[in-house]
C-alpha cells in the first residue's frame, strides 16, 4: 500500500512570493490534515479537510489556505511569503476508522523562504 | 487551556533505565489515544495506540486514565535507537474526531 506522499520534497521562494504544496493521501483515505512545524517546534495544525470540504482550520492568517480534490488529494497554498513561514509541512491522511486507522504522515515539504 | 499537554522534558536517561512520560487532556468526551515517535526533522510515525484497559507491545507500555484525564507511555530497557520526541495524541468526538497533538517530550539515551 502506498502511503502519503507529498511534493515537492524541498521548496525554496523568497518573499512576497506564493508556495503551493501538494499531497496525496493514503489510497481509501478520506480526511487530509496539514501541519506547519517550525525547527525545534512541536505541531501546529492548519487544516483539516474531510470529503472535500473544509472541516477546521488553525490559528492561522488567510494567506493559509487550500483544498481537497474529488480525489481526496489536497493542496496547501501560501500566499505573500513571509520569512517566518520557513518550516516542514506534514500531510496527513485518515480514514474514517480512525482508531484502527489513526493518523499517517507523509514526508512533508520543507519550506524555506529567503 | 491545551486539548493537549506534555513536558516537554528533554529526558537524558542512561542506556537500560525505565523512563515514563504523562500526557494529560482536557476534554473528558475524547475517545481514542495514541501515541508517536518523532526522529529529527522527520515526520511523526504511530508508536502505538492506547486501549481502555492498558496494552503493551514488547518494551512499551501505554495506560490511559480517564478519571484524570492522562495517558502514559512506559519504556524499559532504553536503547539508544529510542531517543526521539514522543508525541500524544487524542481524538474527541464532540470536535468533529480532530486529532489533538501534544507538542511532545524529548528523550535522549546516552551510552
Known amino acids: 500500500e502506498a502511503g502519503v506522499t507529498q511534493s515537492p520534497t524541498h521548496l525554496i521562494k523568497t518573499r512576497g512570493q506564493q508556495a503551493t504544496l501538494r499531497c496525496s493521501p493514503i489510497?481509501?483515505?478520506?480526511?487530509v490534515y496539514w501541519y506547519q512545524q517550525a525547527l525545534g517546534l512541536g505541531l501546529q495544525f492548519l487544516l483539516w479537510?474531510?470529503?472535500?470540504?473544509?472541516?477546521n482550520r488553525g490559528n492561522f492568517p488567510p494567506r493559509f489556505s487550500g483544498r481537497q480534490f474529488p480525489n481526496y488529494s489536497s493542496e496547501l497554498n501560501v500566499n505573500a511569503l513571509e520569512l517566518e513561514d520557513s518550516a516542514l509541512y506534514l500531510c496527513?491522511?485518515?480514514?474514517?476508522?480512525?482508531?484502527?486507522?489513526?493518523?499517517?504522515f507523509g514526508n512533508g515539504t520543507r519550506l524555506t523562504v529567503t | 487551556r491545551k486539548e493537549v499537554e506534555q513536558d516537554p522534558g528533554p529526558f537524558n536517561v542512561p542506556e537500560g533505565a525505565t523512563v515514563a512520560f504523562n500526557c494529560t487532556y482536557s476534554n473528558s468526551a475524547s475517545q481514542s489515544f495514541f501515541w508517536y515517535r518523532q526522529d529529527c526533522r522527520k515526520e511523526p510515525k504511530l508508536l502505538m495506540s492506547?486501549?481502555?484497559s492498558g496494552n503493551e507491545d514488547g518494551r512499551f507500555t501505554a495506560q490511559l486514565n480517564r478519571a484524570s484525564q492522562y495517558i502514559s507511555l512506559l519504556i524499559r530497557d532504553s536503547k539508544l535507537s529510542d531517543s526521539a520526541t514522543y508525541l500524544c495524541?487524542?481524538?474527541?468526538?464532540?470536535?468533529?474526531?480532530?486529532?489533538?497533538f501534544g507538542t511532545g517530550t524529548s528523550l535522549t539515551v546516552i551510552p
Open positions: 496527513a491522511s485518515s480514514s474514517r476508522d480512525y482508531y484502527n486507522s489513526p493518523l499517517h
Open positions: 489510497s481509501g483515505h478520506t480526511s
Open positions: 479537510y474531510d470529503e472535500g470540504e473544509e472541516r
Open positions: 495524541v487524542v481524538i474527541s468526538l464532540n470536535t468533529g474526531n480532530q486529532f489533538y
Open positions: 492506547v486501549y481502555s
